[in-house]
């Protein structure tokens, strides 16, 4: 991290991915794991570069060039529009904020590679056949803070791709909606779309959030066709933070669903340039949007317990269920064209996956050098029930050195 005069930034982040892949004995799948010699360290590494940003800051701007991680939502444990999950995106992007009123606009590459041959019905998406071909992402999102204890925002996105950067979607002020309906009565282009909501209500010691997603509307009469209609498309996200629960002051319970139906990021017959997904070509496309993919519902529940001098404990529940069609998750189908009858999403088959977990972390331990080590060990217990079944411990130890330098005292 760099920053001068308070205004221009610079942040840079790389490291070296070992190859860690290592097959089963049965050579059907491999399992990621630690080099099981030291020449693996040295002659597969792969280096990385997951931040790599030039930032401007004004008193109530920002400007914001490469490569990061973003999220944008109310979510805690993931984000229905912009979340965290996938490669870090390269772009742009621009913010404000004002007392009562804020905004942020985004623009960033998704895909990489030529365009993708002719796709043919009814395959998945992540057949061999096809080659991802340059996307592109648009994203605004609009918030107004009120004196009152609320706050409202309002946000559009849009995925098009084999047509290079289109200004139309740059522009900052350009209403995403109308720029694709422009699109369509000009040139018969239809982009993917997507629009949504959220809120926030602070009445301490609690906090009530919430956000909603509609990916695709079905009109009534048509939706009313028998089970051979097409179906409307949305998520939703509900959630809350109790601030000192039971008594136990500075602890805090946490308490999150979310709900994705069929069809949700996706778009045009299985074409991943019209889907909320980075480029999997290299092992890292994952969703934009929220991290359980569509046709899924999933429970959150964290109780962090009061900081003492030897630490924090937390204690996290979790359970994830997907509705499964010819046994695969929405993200591995894509669920284009997808109909009423075809909705397994409560009596079909489910994958089910229950977390249990409990976490210890101290931040900021000395330890008789220059700078300071954040330690965290979790002992989780897995378990999945429904297609696949299968349960087992899981150990986790992560330490962090952190130290740092002022080269020029201002």
Known sequence: NAEIASRLSAQVRFYEDYSRLTPCPNDEHWVDNMPPDASRITQNPSARNDRAVLAYNRSWMELRLGREDRHWGVGRRGDLFLSENPFPLDGFSFRFHTRYVSGASLFAQTQRGPNPPDLVQGEPYASDEY????AYYAAHRFEITPPWPVSFGVYEAAVYGGRGIDLAYVNPVAILVAVNQDLWDRAHQDD???????????LPPLTLYGEFLLDRLVVLDEADEGESSKISSFAELIGL??????????ADLDLEYVHLDPQVYFHKDRDIRYAFLT??????????GHWLGPNADGLYVTLQFPPARWGRFDLVFEQARWGLIDGKRGVETGFVGLTKAEKHWITGDKAVERILALSWEQRGWRIGIPGALDARMTIARIERSGMNQNRGWQVELRLKWRTEKVLIDS
Do not use: T, V
């Open 131 to 134: 080659i991802s071909g340059e």
């Open 192 to 202: 993917k779309k997507i629009l949504g909501a959220d809120i926030r209500l602070d």
């Open 241 to 250: 933070r109790w601030a000192n629960p039971f008594g136990l002051s500075g």
């Open 279 to 288: 480029d999997d070509r290299l092992g890292e496309g994952k969703l934009i």
